[in-house]
């Protein structure tokens, strides 16, 4: 309800992030090549009264933009999943049905954030660049890039690793990014135990971390409202000191993170629907018509949720009792797109920064991305803050999401589709499994 009088006012969000994007990116490369010098050469006083207004006025505008976002990540991490996990007693209610849910949703996540992280490795979007642009990003975030580095340094052996993942002070670890996998253990233990005490005895915790979600879901609507000037304001620090350049890095990102969205929803999913559902690609897509429309145009599992509820029941024959199960805890849990775009990011980001990662890392990252594709929000942009808590743990740069922030709306829009059709297929298996028949 609340979109419309915006839309009829004028242009959408996405459009605006986007002339955002264009317009930051178009005045920067132009200053760029008007007043740059060449590689080696001696700075002109044009040139430093460029970097002076690009670091000291425009960079802090879209750095209040940034911290805007990240303010939300602990609050939307610690409630999300443990109002996640919290809400599994019904599980233990519907017994092999909410298992085989569960199992679905952690494979299908996991097989997505696979075939992003292949996809990086093999096209290597982030080395598109040459090695003195490369440095230059690198520099450029040298600030931050200390104290990661630091981080680095004093990295200890797997086995602490392990035990450090328990927090002594939860609130500590809320306060520190490099310990917010302490958090988010602390977070799935308390859901837990929520699980096995009575629901009366947990309602007043339940209601207020739902409030507080709900809030900071409300906050990182407004948030984004500023992203169209948080976004030109990045962009045109970043091509009015490194050219065009970064742009070509940008649009080879998006070709990788898109390219990867449509394989999974068009081989992965459909392929799904044929072997659990039986469903031939034709009928599949006959389907769920309306149901990728509202994906692409809301970009959001939980404004979705009615129109994959109704689908299902309607278009498919799901009862209304599976699909009332399984639609509401997938637009929860269930972020196969937003897991397979988080493993293309932060592997991209990490090439970007010159930081290649080890087996162990990137096994890391898997896991990282599975649990934050739970913890992040349903709706439009709400992956955005969580990308900051794995990128810490490798010791890249956050403030580098600026690189990929102006693309980010149509790549959200994209990665919403097969979200909720993981969903869907889900409840088409599981109404096979108990014996119901879908419509022809």
Not at 265 to 294: E, M, W
Not at 327 to 353: D, R
Request: aromatic share 8%; glycine share 10%; with cysteine.
């Amino acid at each position: 309800m609340e979109s419309a009088p915006s839309s009829s006012r004028g242009l959408s969000l996405p459009t605006k992030i986007l002339l955002g994007l264009l317009v930051g990116a178009a005045i920067g490369v132009t200053l760029n090549l008007a007043y740059a010098p060449p590689l080696g050469g001696e700075k002109t006083e044009a040139w430093k009264t460029l970097e002076g207004i690009a670091d000291g006025v425009v960079k802090p505008f879209g750095d209040l933009f940034l911290s805007m976002l990240f303010m939300v990540v602990v609050p939307i991490v610690f409630s999300s999943l443990f109002l996640g996990v919290a809400g599994l007693g019904s599980v233990q209610k519907l017994g092999s049905l909410g298992g085989r849910t569960l199992l679905w949703f952690l494979g299908t996540t996991v097989v997505a954030v696979l075939l992003g992280i292949f996809l990086v490795t093999v096209i290597a979007p982030g080395k598109a660049v040459s090695p003195e642009v490369a440095a230059q990003i690198k520099a450029q975030y040298l600030g931050d890039a200390q104290a990661r580095i630091q981080q680095g340094a004093q990295a200890k052996g797997w086995i602490q690793m392990l035990v450090d993942i328990v927090p002594r002070n939860v609130v500590g670890a809320a306060a520190d990014n490099g310990k917010v996998l302490g958090l988010i253990f602390f977070a799935l233990i308390l859901g837990a135990a929520a699980i096995r005490l009575p629901a009366e005895r947990t309602r007043v915790l339940r209601e207020l971390l739902e409030g507080i979600y709900e809030l900071c879901v409300r906050v990182l609507g407004w948030v984004m409202s500023l992203a169209p000037y948080g976004v030109a304001c990045l962009i045109f620090h970043a091509t009015a000191k490194l050219g065009i350049d970064v742009m070509k890095l940008v649009g080879v990102y998006f070709l990788t993170a898109m390219g990867g969205l449509v394989f999974f929803q068009v081989v992965v999913i459909t392929l799904l629907a044929k072997v659990f559902a039986g469903l031939s690609p034709g009928r599949f897509y006959r389907g769920i018509r309306t149901l990728v429309v509202t994906a692409f145009s809301t970009s959001s599992s939980n404004a979705t949720m009615p129109t994959t509820i109704r689908t299902a029941t309607d278009e498919f024959g799901v009862p209304k009792e599976i699909a009332g199960f399984v639609m509401p805890l997938g637009a929860t849990m269930n972020m196969n797109g937003t897991a397979l775009f988080e493993g293309v990011s932060i592997l991209f980001l990490a090439q970007v920064y010159g930081q290649d990662l080890s087996f162990a890392q990137q096994a890391m990252v898997v896991g990282m991305a599975v649990l934050t594709a739970i913890g992040a929000a349903g709706v439009p942009g709400g992956s955005l803050p969580l990308l900051a808590v794995v990128l810490t743990q490798i010791q890249v740069p956050p403030e580098l999401l600026a690189l990929i922030l102006g693309v980010d709306r149509l790549v959200d829009m994209t990665r919403t589709i097969p979200n909720v059709t993981s969903d869907l297929v889900c409840s088409l298996w599981l109404a096979r499994r108990e014996g119901h028949v879908l419509k022809a």
